[in-house]
DNA sequence: ACTCTATTTAGATAATTGGCTAATTATCTA
DNA sequence: TAGATAATTAGCCAATTATCTAAATAGAGT
């Protein structure tokens, strides 16, 4: 979980997901939407499957990224339900008054 | 929304904040559930306060700090709902950070 | 096998982060 | 005013992160 928080903090990451949530996509198609070399993509992605926020499967020569929904679910969702935020399913944790 | 993100991408941050769910505290108090000095718990305070994730009021030599859930329900909602993540339906609100 | 394209790896460098000790500021109490 | 306590700021260092260019690797098609 740290991982993927970790992830997240950065913008451009962030984004990378976003654009995921549209279908998957190759990793060339993805670095083109954004400002920087492929290198450096190639590393935020390296990131972003390592926090398990996404999964790989080659297609020929590309490499097609696929969100990760559930990871993504578990982090956040999970983290804003021990504050009683949303719907709290992830990690019931209630207070000890 | 970047700082927030940014913010919790470190788990010290992320306990204080847990901590701070139970109700507001010193600086000091806060400071001695962790294995780190004083000044490191300082700076990561003010990553929080930077952020908006907590609000200070001083009583007396002592700082406390409350915890801002708005603004973390903001960004972990806000974002998970761009997932369509949730409870339910979430606001229809896409791209950019 | 050769070549083209897609992607990752390597190597270098700059910026950021997290940590420390020591010093400073602010406030309270005597 | 002096002394004690709480918290932050200042200055520094090590480790990590983000970025680049250039080179290497892996398949696909000819």
């Known amino acids: ?14 984004e990378v997901l976003q654009r995921l ?4 996509m190759s990793a060339g198609r993805l670095a083109e939407a954004f400002p920087v070399s492929k290198p450096t993509m190639s590393a935020h992605f390296a990131v972003l499957r390592q926090a398990g926020l996404v999964t790989t499967q080659k297609d020929g020569t590309s490499v097609i990224y ?4 559930s990871v993504l679910e578990e ?3 999970g983290f804003a339900g021990v504050f009683g935020l ?12």
């Not at 696929?66 to 929904?69: D, G, I, S």
């Not at 949303?86 to 008054?97: F, I, N, R």
């Open 1 to 14: 979980m740290n991982d993927v928080f970790k992830a997240l903090a950065d913008p451009t990451r962030r």
């Open 21 to 24: 949530k549209a279908g998957p």
């Open 66 to 69: 696929h969100l990760n929904v």
């Open 75 to 77: 982090a956040l969702l």
């Open 86 to 97: 949303g719907s709290g399913a992830a990690s019931p944790q209630e207070e000890k008054s």
